[in-house]
Each structure stands twice: as structure tokens, then as C-alpha cells.
């Protein structure tokens, strides 16, 4: 994700979610509670919590997410 940007906040209706940061720093907003992720850590969102990725860094941050079930056809933007 480079520097600066954000995914749109949402929620997912059946799928869970786990975030892991590669490389970087990522905010995870969950649920309007703020989260700084640095390399090796990660954070798991329930199905029906609103999230929201952030870089707010200078520096390009990688990450994993993983989705089970899968999110095609499950995300509800807010």
C-alpha cells in the first residue's frame, strides 16, 4: 500500500480477516479504535466490524490479508 492512502472503511458480512504486516506500518482502524501494526505483527477483524487500512507513513508498507470465507461479494462499504 504506498504512503498515504487508505482502503474505504467496511465491513464484511460473513467473512473474517486477518491482517499481517510484511514490511512497514499499517493503520488498522477496527471498529473506531486505532491500531499501529509494525513488521510481524497482525490483527483479526470478526465478520461484521467495521475496518479500515491505513498508511499514514512516509514509506510504502506490505501486508497479508487473509479471508475466510472469501470476501468476493461480502464487503459493505460505509
Known sequence: MPAGTAEQRHHHERARQFFYVLDGELTMEV????????????????????????????????????SSPTTRGDRIDE
Do not use: D, W
Open 31 to 66: 471498529a473506531g479504535e486505532q491500531h499501529l501494526l509494525q513488521a510481524a505483527n497482525g490483527i483479526e477483524i470478526s465478520p461484521g466490524v467495521k475496518h479500515q487500512a491505513r498508511n499514514e507513513s512516509p514509506e510504502p508498507v506490505r501486508f497479508l490479508v487473509i
